[in-house]
């Protein structure tokens, strides 16, 4: 039963500590999304990748957010430092190709106190 | 800049058919319009997608107008699951790939 992992499920930390968030994509999954969801803003994306290249990272703050590959197993995102703002629930996905379906994780809650 | 635009909320009761609209008149030729949903406490989740003909798997069909400006999601039995909030997307295939979300109807399903 293929599935995305994420990790952790929960993260409580302080204000101005790093966070690393991580995903297992789907194997053989080529494309990889990170979303952020809060009651405010919905779900935005912040970054995608393909075959492990970073196409699109528009919607992070660049100051401070960070994703990466370091391989084609796992996907991270960074926070440093991390601000109460962060405050989300943050979600991958895999896919394939826009004709086929993506398959998300069961995200990672992430309270900055 | 929206690209889906979609009913803040619907209801609907329980065993009835839901028809889920989503408005797309700037869509391209290489949009597909695909459908998610998300359930309470949970990552969202696929329900279908298509391009220029409906479509039908064992969750739902979706229904796409002839000029491709709109279509409907169909939940032909809705049950109290099938609460959650449902997004209409366009996935490019030529520019890009991204999947964006708009803020979705939020379907209430009453016994």
């Known amino acids: 039963d293929a599935r995305v992992t994420q990790t952790p499920r929960d993260k409580v930390t302080e204000m101005g500590q790093e966070v690393t968030m991580r995903c297992q994509p789907i194997l053989g999954h080529n494309t990889v999304f990170w979303y952020r969801q809060t009651m405010m803003q919905g779900l935005e994306l912040l970054a995608y990748?393909?075959?492990?290249?970073?196409?699109?990272d528009s919607g992070m703050p660049k100051d401070r957010f960070s994703a990466e590959m370091p391989d084609a197993t796992l996907a991270t995102l960074k926070i440093q430092p991390s601000e109460p703002r962060d405050s989300a629930v943050y979600f991958c996905a895999s896919g394939m190709t826009v004709n086929t379906e993506a398959f998300f994780g069961q995200g990672t809650r992430l309270t900055v106190v | 800049d929206a690209k889906t635009t979609q009913p803040n909320s619907m209801e609907s009761n329980e065993e009835e058919p839901v028809h889920l609209p989503c408005n797309h008149s700037t869509i391209s030729g290489t949009d597909y319009i695909h459908w998610y949903r998300q359930l309470p406490s949970q990552g969202p989740e696929y329900v279908i997608h298509?391009?220029?003909s409906n479509v039908n798997n064992r969750m739902a069909s979706l229904a796409i107008a002839e000029d491709r400006k709109s279509s409907t999601l169909i939940l032909h039995r809705a049950t109290l699951r099938d609460a959650a909030v449902y997004y209409c997307i366009l996935r490019d295939s030529y520019n890009n790939n991204d999947m964006r979300f708009g803020a979705g109807t939020r379907l209430t399903v009453k016994p």
């Open positions: 990748f393909r075959n492990r290249a970073p196409l699109d």
């Open positions: 298509g391009l220029t």
